[in-house]
């Protein structure tokens, strides 16, 4: 039951056993990345010692938890002070549950004061349909009123089926539905790095037309 | 998992799925103002009860409640079932109306299993089967058993275990008591096998009387003496005595009962520091356990009630949130 | 004169003969025999020929239960089963403990004519277990009941099973007893072992039996009386009964197929179809009952065919009533478990299944050998058929069978009664 999107871990666990396909990220890439998406929230919010207690990092399991610790340390590291990071997992909230097996469900947290007033920056690895940011959104409302909310990806892949776009954006890639993006992360798959691959043995009409892959575009059904 | 009709149809995988949902549910719903999930809009559970167990019944409805399910409550008096109604009848009508979830407490042991006879396909060795195709959904309707005569609770057995993780930090390897009528015992039965499953030592404790003849094929060990497994066990289950067996012959009286089986605060000081006391309830205090040990600050009594609530949703999400197997 | 000449049968599956049976009566048993003129000819293509089975234990249901089973059907399912006489136990509305509803049912059976239909007479009034029905004026009747029994109830009042065996013994008529303890048996739903306990189902112990027919052999012994054993389930049942016949006791057991068979091991679906009282046991059970059948401590194998209806079977457990359907199955588990493994040969099969029933019936009739002077009512087995059962396909009214779906052993190629032929081929002929 690790499992925590569609396909997530065998894509990786495949990917990392055989040829992982082109590198789009090196792991100095995926450090240098979030460090520059740190410094853009850092400046488009105004963080500093003054609004501490009003940013939240909200990530989205299981990646985008990491990035959010890793944004959150990094923003620590050129401010002097760590926002609020926490983590919302919106599978309860999705919009795909009935098209496979029940998924494990994945740890919220959210962290001491809440998000009520406060501006939320979602965090996650990919997005390509922007359904699990949709869902994110949604049980982000259950759980109380932020001032504002951003969204900020590792990776944004294109292949939009809603009205979503990203404040942060590590590196846009452009890319066909018959391809996958393989996050790795230090924290789940013991090193850092970015793939793209062709999706392996693609059945007709059982395979998810937006690739097995990490983040977001597991929803492209 | 297409049913949850006895804690032997899960394995040491599914279970702890299940507690890990349950756990997670609990983490989602932590200090919220809205206690609403939006996972099972749209779906239907009827919690179908031909024995009153207010505390179970609404455990269920609240867990389908809180997931947005429809819930639906069918009591024995007051429907067709009181005019003498098959529970073959009364089970084809519910699911060609589209229930996807039937919640089913019944007085004999096997009920849930017929239903889920009745609700799949193919014909009976006894009789004709009927196909009923889930009119709506065109899936089975799921049957979850919530205590079936003597046979099992399965969701007692979860919650049980969900309560003795939280407080013990684990289950295998843990050792576990069971004390009481045990040969009545729905609670017991699907603890029994759970436990066992998830790795914990089981041991009964009860006068021969309240076992059951083949106890011993069991996977777990039996005693006879309260006080000499007390010191070692990291937590102990006090079951109902129904009140009827107490005129049946199973024990000479009440009083003796509670002299040698009953959790007095003497006997609760045996147990070590840290260990749990579990009563599936209702108590009779007094008897089975007394007032001051209910209420100690090791009695996860409530924390049991609580716990209900989370594992039925964690139930009701693996059993309707997916794709029908 | 009406005759009849079975040819290419095996008597006890032995050498081929030809057998000609002028009005019911063997006339001549010999090879190579043709047929006289107008008599008809049933060629048994060699099928071992045997004397038609005799089963002391069937539920006909008729009067009071007729959505279930009648004589008629009932009498269908015993011709294509091979049997010729049935005893039909009295638990009907209204039971059968007066000379009116015994005359009843034994006339009905003779209407047919398809099987000889003895009715069982109640032990008790109303099968209460207080007073003695009128044993003495249904032996009288036209019925001619020989065997009384309150089966589906035990006689379990010590006085009364006394009294009642003391009467019996001046009547040479049997007591037929359902040895069941009730004290020990409240609520039971399933043999008390390992199955029940994990089922969650109350236990109905082996004791409850044993300790009944341990008493009843003993009242049996001081009344001088006849004691017949119903269904006996339990391996230490086999041991009182060992005992009580080397002490002289006269009695007599019967094992039913489904004990020689099933196990409780079919419960775990909770499908009542494996409902039956005495309940199925153990497979150490199953091993004793067949043993104790080849040895001849069990007498005879009786089906207590029990037909009920889909709505008395497919509810839950508990609600559902005990018993199952016998009478078309009864030889093919009888050669599945006692001859294709060597236990009994075809004599033995003529022994269990017709000629001790008629000896324990005093049926003088019935179980007789096939000889000439001898009365020409057969059955005729193909040993090497297999078939597949199927409970909608049976003559009974229900479908009850513990069998659905199983592929058995051996067929009745026909059942001739008194030169009649009353089955053939699967088919019943009137």
């Excluded at chain 2, 000081?269 to 209702?282: D, F, I, K, Q, Y």
């Excluded at chain 3, 047919?112 to 209460?128: Q, R």
Aim: one cysteine or more.
């Amino acid at each position: 039951m690790a499992q925590n999107r569609r396909g997530d871990v065998g894509a990786r666990d495949s990917g990392r056993e055989q040829q992982p396909g082109r590198e789009l990220l090196s792991a100095a890439d995926v450090t240098r990345t979030i460090a520059r998406i740190a410094h853009q929230i850092i400046e488009k919010t105004a963080f500093g010692p003054d609004g501490s207690d009003n940013l939240v990092l909200l990530g989205i399991p299981t990646r985008g938890v990491h990035v959010a610790h890793r944004l959150t340390a990094a923003i620590a590291d050129f401010t002097g002070v760590a926002p609020a990071v926490g983590s919302v997992d919106a599978t309860l909230y999705r919009d795909d549950l009935r098209r496979g097996p029940a998924r494990a469900l994945e740890s919220t947290a959210m962290p001491e004061g809440g998000v009520d007033d406060k501006l939320v920056v979602l965090v996650d690895d990919v997005l390509m349909s922007g359904r699990t940011t949709r869902a994110a959104l949604d049980a982000l409302r259950d759980e109380g009123r932020p001032r504002s909310v951003q969204l900020a990806v590792l990776i944004d892949r294109g292949h939009r089926e809603l009205p979503i776009r990203a404040d942060y954006v590590g590196k846009n890639v452009p890319t066909s539905r018959s391809e996958q993006i393989l996050v790795s992360l230090a924290e789940t798959d013991g090193s850092d790095g970015v793939w793209i691959a062709q999706e392996e043995d693609p059945e007709p009409g059982g395979a998810q037309p937006g690739g097995s892959g990490s983040g977001d575009q597991g929803d492209g059904a | 998992m297409r049913h949850l009709l006895s804690a032997a149809d899960l394995d040491a995988g599914e279970a702890t799925a299940l507690l890990d949902t349950s756990d997670r549910l609990r983490e989602a719903l932590l200090g919220r103002e809205v206690r609403k999930l939006p996972t099972l809009r749209g779906r239907t559970v009827v919690t179908m009860f031909y024995e009153n167990s207010t505390r179970t019944r609404v455990s269920f409805e609240i867990a389908g409640k809180w997931m947005s399910a429809d819930t639906i409550n069918v009591s024995a008096s007051g429907s067709s079932v009181s005019k003498g109604e098959s529970l073959r009848d009364t089970a084809l009508t519910l699911s060609s109306m589209g229930a996807d979830c039937v919640v089913v407490r019944h007085p004999a042991s096997g009920a849930a299993h017929r239903l889920a006879h009745w609700g799949g396909t193919g014909p009976s060795a006894g009789g004709a089967g009927i196909d009923t195709g889930g009119a709506t959904t065109g899936t089975p309707t799921a049957i979850v058993n919530a205590g079936d005569g003597t046979h099992e609770h399965p969701t007692q057995a979860l919650l049980d275990a969900a309560t003795l993780r939280d407080r013990l930090g684990g289950i295998a390897g843990r050792r576990i008591a069971i004390v009481g009528d045990v040969l009545h015992s729905r609670v017991a039965r699907s603890n029994v096998l759970l436990l066992a499953t998830l790795g914990a030592e089981v041991v009964l404790v009860a006068p021969p009387t309240l076992l059951p003849t083949g106890v011993d094929t069991w996977p777990c060990r039996v005693s006879y003496e309260l006080d000499a497994e007390l010191p070692a066990v990291d937590a102990v289950m006090m079951l109902r005595v129904q009140a009827e067996r107490m005129h049946g012959g199973f024990f000479p009286s009440a009083r003796e009962y509670a002299v040698r089986f009953g959790l007095s605060e003497d006997r609760a000081a045996l147990l070590r520091e840290g260990a749990v006391v579990l009563h599936p309830g209702p108590m009779v205090r007094g008897m089975e356990i007394a007032p001051a040990v209910a209420d100690a600050p090791n009695s996860a009594v409530l924390a049991q009630v609580r716990n209900g609530v989370h594992v039925r949703m964690a139930v009701l999400y693996h059993l309707l949130a997916g794709a029908p197997e | 004169m009406s005759q009849l000449l079975i040819t290419n049968a095996r008597p006890y599956g032995e050498d081929t003969v030809d057998v000609l049976v002028t009005d019911g009566v063997v006339e001549t048993v010999a090879a190579g025999q043709s047929a006289p003129e107008g008599a008809e000819v049933l060629d048994a293509r060699g099928a071992v020929l045997l004397p038609g089975f005799v089963d002391l234990h069937v539920h006909l249901r008729e009067p009071g239960g007729e959505e279930s089973e009648t004589i008629e059907t009932g009498s269908q399912a015993a011709a294509l089963g091979g049997f010729t006489a049935v005893f039909a136990m009295p638990n009907t509305d209204p039971v059968a403990d007066s000379d009116v509803v015994v005359e009843h049912v034994w006339r009905r059976g003779a209407e047919l004519g398809l099987v000889d239909v003895h009715p069982v007479g109640a032990v008790t009034v109303g099968l209460g277990g207080e007073r003695l029905a009128e044993l003495g004026t249904m032996a009288d009747s036209r019925a001619g009941v020989r065997m009384f029994s309150d089966d589906g109830r035990c006689v379990n009042d010590p006085l009364i099973m006394r009294r009642a065996l003391e009467y019996a013994s001046a009547l040479d008529v049997v007591i037929a007893q359902h040895a069941e303890d009730h004290r020990l048996t409240g609520g039971a739903q399933a043999h008390e072992g390992a199955v029940a306990a994990r089922l969650g189902l109350a236990g109905w112990p082996a004791t409850a039996e044993e300790t009944v027919v341990a008493r009843d052999c003993a009242l049996a012994r001081e009344a001088r009386a006849r004691l017949h054993v119903c269904h006996i389930s339990t391996a230490r049942t086999i041991d009182v009964l060992r005992a009580a016949k080397a002490q002289g006791v006269q009695v007599s057991a019967e094992v039913t197929p489904h004990h020689l068979l099933l196990t409780d091991s079919r419960l775990s679906g909770y499908d009542p179809v494996n409902k039956v009282n005495p309940p199925l046991r153990t497979a150490e059970d199953t091993r004793a009952m067949r043993e104790a059948l080849a040895e001849g401590v069990i007498d005879v194998v009786a089906t207590d065919h029990a037909p009920h209806a889909a709505q008395y079977k497919d509810t839950e457990w508990q609600a559902a009533k005990p018993g199952m359907l016998g009478l078309q199955t009864a030889l093919s588990v009888l050669i599945e478990t006692m001859v294709e493994p060597g236990l009994l040969d075809w004599h033995g099969v003529a022994r269990v299944l017709s000629e001790r029933p008629a000896e324990i019936g005093r049926l003088p009739d019935q179980g007789r050998p096939v000889a000439e002077g001898e009365p020409g009512t057969f059955a005729l087995v193909d040993p090497d058929a297999v078939w597949t059962v199927r409970g909608a396909n049976l003559a009974s009214k229900a479908a009850n069978t513990p069998y659905e779906g199983m592929r058995l052993p051996g067929s009745v190629v026909a059942t001739v009664l008194r030169g009649r032929i009353t089955a053939q081929d699967g088919k019943v002929v009137r």
